[in-house]
């Protein structure tokens, strides 16, 4: 069993940066794959990023890549979110979640994922 914690969200002018992270509690969290999703008020869930659990595959949405960076620091059970030039369209709430199954590439549907974390509040105001 897995437990993630996320942490960092907040409310950020647009063109503002934050950073999220994740932390996650076991003893195999450097065989998880990680990614992020969100989830705006009346829509639906969906991908944001996503590494592997060796951390040399890396995929982003359309709509994040070249603002967004993910990374991960298997020492301390931790992945992170980096988010510059941030927009009011990536308002949602923000969820870490884990695949344990060794799965590489990453997967980028959240039914690649087994564990979930509780979500963390971004809003980004005009």
């Known amino acids: 069993q897995v437990q993630l914690v996320e942490s960092g969200g907040g409310l950020v002018q647009a063109g503002g940066s934050l950073r999220l992270s994740c932390a996650a509690s076991?003893?195999?969290?450097?065989?998880?794959?990680m990614g992020w999703f969100r989830q705006a008020p009346g829509k639906e869930r969906e991908f944001v990023v996503a590494?592997?659990?060796?951390?040399?595959?890396?995929f982003y949405a359309d709509s994040v890549k070249g603002r967004f960076t993910i990374s991960r620091d298997n020492a301390k059970n931790t992945v992170y979110l980096e988010m510059n030039s941030l927009k009011p369209e990536d308002t949602a709430v923000y969820y870490c979640?884990?695949?344990?199954?060794?799965?590489?590439?990453?997967?980028?549907?959240?039914?690649?994922?087994?564990?979930w974390g509780q979500g963390t509040q971004v809003t980004v105001s005009s």
């Open positions: 979640a884990a695949d344990s199954t060794l799965r590489v590439p990453p997967g980028t549907g959240a039914w690649d994922y087994d564990y």
């Open positions: 076991g003893r195999t969290f450097s065989t998880y794959a």
């Open positions: 590494i592997s659990w060796r951390g040399g595959n890396k």
